[in-house]
């Protein structure tokens, strides 16, 4: 698979998606029967009732009771029409995989060890370690970071093999470079003018692991995320997108490193009509709202 398959995400007319394949933006249960109690001191207060009848009463809650008890027991056990469980445990405390697993369940396995700037670092050897580093490398490769040159070359460094960086570095300056930026309505550096904030935020939805060996894997990462630029003046409103990465991975130097990817619009759903926020709250919810380390 080609890193250069797909287009990237974000478009070159509305500031988001463009044309170039290196863009990434953009138990029982009881019944308890209480019985009306007689109360002398109260007009009509009840008399007690005789022997005879209270034997009576009594006989009759409890019939009912066993009869409520044994009607709970009927419907408890589902056989084999029951609804397989997402999840489960088994009697030796195993993990229960023949009733089915959700293919993103958590682990409870540390995810990473240590960061390496702003990206994790230190995913685990194995199928868990790989869908984490796909998710935190889809975060970082569609971050506003990557349209300023500095922090794109330190991107890059960290996330692609040595073998892959350098060519990529020169592809993704070629995509993000100082044309395109005008039309997002940044400088050269990436950045947007005072009284203006440019938003580029990617959430992991979820992972799919397609392939593993000891010493490769490919991971596909469900995105959604937010892209445009906040302010009063912009041209570029803040507006959200779904799309899939396609992850090709590398065990290097005891890391799981990008050798190559892709990139494809949705699945999305179905857009709601919620009100959107302004833009002075969207800026504000950037600013105060910090990101995740994601994490199978």
């Known amino acids: 698979m080609s890193y250069d398959d797909e287009q990237g995400y974000g478009s070159r007319d509305s500031g988001g998606r463009d044309d170039s394949a290196y863009s990434t933006l953009g138990g029982t249960r009881q019944t308890r029967t209480r019985l009306p109690e007689g109360n002398p001191g109260a007009p009509h207060?009840?008399?007690?009732?005789?022997?005879?009848?209270?034997?009576?009463?009594a006989v009759g809650v409890v019939v009912l009771l066993v009869a409520a008890i044994a009607f709970a027991n009927l419907g408890g056990d589902k056989g084999d029409d029951a609804a397989p469980t997402t999840s489960g445990t088994s009697a030796d405390g195993g993990s229960d995989t023949t009733r089915g697993t959700a293919p993103t369940a958590p682990t409870g396995t540390d995810p990473v060890t240590g960061k390496n700037g702003t990206i994790a670092?230190?995913?685990?050897?194995?199928?868990?370690?790989?869908?984490?580093?796909?998710?935190?490398?889809?975060?970082?490769?569609?971050?506003?970071?990557?349209?300023?040159?500095?922090?794109?070359?330190?991107?890059?460094?960290?996330?692609?093999?040595?073998?892959?960086?350098?060519?990529?570095?020169?592809?993704?300056?070629?995509?993000?470079?100082?044309?395109?930026?005008?039309?997002?309505g940044l400088d050269k550096s990436g950045n947007a003018p005072s009284g203006?904030?440019?938003?580029?935020?990617?959430?992991p939805v979820g992972t799919k692991l397609t392939s593993y060996a000891d010493s490769s894997a490919r991971v596909e990462?469900?995105?959604?995320?937010?892209?445009g630029t906040a302010g009063v003046s912009s041209?570029?409103?803040?507006?959200?997108?779904?799309?899939?990465?396609?992850?090709?991975?590398?065990?290097?130097?005891?890391?799981?490193?990008?050798d190559s990817f892709t990139q494809k619009d949705g699945p999305a759903?179905?857009?709601?009509?919620?009100?959107?926020?302004?833009?002075?709250?969207?800026?504000?919810?950037?600013e105060e709202y910090g990101g995740f380390t994601y994490a199978r």
């Open 196 to 203: 203006l904030t440019y938003v580029s935020r990617t959430a």
């Open 221 to 227: 990462v469900w995105c959604t995320g937010v892209f």
């Open 269 to 286: 759903p179905v857009n709601t009509d919620r009100t959107a926020a302004s833009a002075d709250e969207i800026a504000k919810a950037v």
């Open 121 to 184: 670092s230190g995913f685990a050897h194995d199928e868990q370690g790989a869908q984490s580093a796909a998710a935190n490398y889809a975060v970082a490769l569609v971050s506003a970071d990557i349209l300023k040159p500095d922090r794109r070359a330190q991107i890059i460094s960290q996330v692609f093999t040595a073998e892959r960086a350098g060519e990529l570095a020169a592809k993704f300056d070629q995509s993000y470079n100082e044309s395109f930026l005008n039309k997002l």
């Open 235 to 258: 041209t570029n409103p803040v507006s959200n997108d779904w799309f899939t990465m396609t992850f090709e991975l590398h065990w290097v130097a005891d890391e799981w490193k990008v």
């Open 45 to 57: 207060g009840r008399r007690p009732a005789r022997n005879s009848r209270s034997l009576v009463m």
